[in-house]
C-alpha cells in the first residue's frame, strides 16, 4: 500500500506560511510531508534511519536541490545541528513500506524473520527475546502495548524462542492481543520512547521565537510523552501563589484528529492525533 500522510492538511494549517522558512522534518519516511512543505516554499532538512528510504530521498534531492537535506540517522540527532529552526515536525509509529514488506518482520500479515529493526541495525526482536529475562519481556509488552497477561505472554514467548513472525503471532491465542505484542516488541528493538524524549528535549534550544513543533502521533504511549512534554512547556515559570509570573516558554496549538474522509481515505490515520506548540521566547 502506499504511504499516505496522516493528517498533512491539519500540519499545514497549524505551521501556516512556510515560504522561505526553513523546517526539520524529523520523521522522512516515504517523504509525504517533506515534498509539501518543500512545494510550499520551506527550506527542509530531514531525518530518518530506515535505509530503505534512499529512493524516495534521492528523487527529492533531485527535484528541489539544495533546498532539501537528508541526515540519515535517528532524530534524536536533531540534538546535534547548529542553529535554530523555524518549525520542527514528527510523524511518529512506523510507515505503510515498513509494515507491507514481510521480510522486514514488523506485521503478523505476512510471515518473515522476526527482525523489526528501522535502521537494520543492532538487536533483532528475535534476538531481543533471546536475550532477554521473562520479567523483562512482560515490562515491555506491559509498558509498551498495555497487554494484560504479559506475564503469561513473556513466558509463553520465552519458552518458544520465535525466529519467524507467523511463529509469534501463533504463540498468542487472543487475536486481541497479537497487535500489542507486535508494538511493544517494536518500540523495544527501536528504542522509540527513548528517541523520542531525547528528541523532544532537543526541540526548545533549536526553534526560534515563533518556531513550531508539531508531532503526529498514533498510540497512547507515544501520545501521552508528547501531551506530558507540552503541559510542561506550556506552563508558566516561577511562582503561581506571586502577584505575577513569567508568561510560559510555550503556547498550544489547537490539537487535531482525522475525520471520517481521512479515516475512509486512509484507515492506518484513525489512530492519530495532532498536537503542537509555539515558542513564545
Not at 528510504?53 to 540519515?72: H, K, L, M, Q, S
Not at 542553529?83 to 506485521?107: C, E, N
Not at 520465552?158 to 511463529?167: C, G, L, Q, R, S
Not at 507486535?182 to 522509540?192: S, Y
Amino acid at each position: 500500500m502506499k504511504h499516505i500522510p496522516v493528517l498533512l492538511n491539519s500540519v499545514m494549517n497549524a505551521l501556516g506560511d512556510i515560504n522561505g522558512r526553513n523546517i526539520i522534518d524529523a520523521t522522512f519516511g516515504a517523504g509525504g510531508y517533506t515534498r509539501a512543505f518543500l512545494n510550499a516554499g520551506a527550506n527542509v532538512i530531514a531525518f530518518d534511519r530506515d535505509p530503505n528510504v534512499a529512493d524516495d530521498v534521492n528523487a527529492i534531492r533531485a527535484e528541489f536541490g539544495t533546498r532539501f537535506d537528508f541526515v540519515p540517522r535517528p532524530f534524536s540527532h536533531i540534538a546535534d545541528l547548529d542553529g535554530k529552526y523555524d518549525a520542527i515536525v514528527f510523524d511518529l509509529g512506523i510507515s505503510s513500506m515498513q509494515i507491507d514488506v514481510a521480510a522486514r518482520g514488523f506485521s503478523f500479515r505476512g510471515d518473515g524473520p522476526l527482525d523489526m529493526r528501522m535502521s537494520g541495525d543492532g538487536m533483532t526482536a528475535a534476538e531481543l527475546i533471546q536475550n532477554s529475562s521473562v520479567d523483562m519481556l512482560a515490562r515491555i509488552f506491559r509498558d509498551y502495548g498495555d497487554v494484560k497477561k504479559s506475564s503469561l505472554f513473556a513466558r509463553i514467548i520465552k519458552d518458544a524462542k520465535p525466529k519467524t513472525t507467523f511463529e509469534l503471532k501463533n504463540l498468542i491465542h487472543n487475536p486481541r492481543d497479537v497487535a500489542p505484542v507486535f508494538q511493544a516488541l517494536r518500540i523495544a528493538v527501536n528504542d522509540e520512547m527513548g528517541e523520542l524524549g531525547r528528541a523532544l528535549d532537543a526541540v526548545p534550544q533549536h526553534l526560534v521565537v515563533g518556531g513550531k513543533c508539531v508531532c503526529v502521533t498514533f498510540h497512547s504511549i507515544e501520545d501521552r510523552i508528547v501531551k506530558n512534554t507540552f503541559r510542561e512547556w506550556t506552563k508558566s515559570p516561577g511562582d503561581p501563589r506571586m502577584p505575577t509570573i513569567a508568561p510560559p516558554p510555550f503556547i498550544s496549538i489547537k490539537s487535531a484528529v482525522p475525520d471520517n474522509t481521512e479515516i475512509i481515505n486512509n484507515p492506518r490515520a484513525r489512530s492519530a492525533h495532532m498536537r503542537g506548540v509555539i515558542k513564545s521566547y
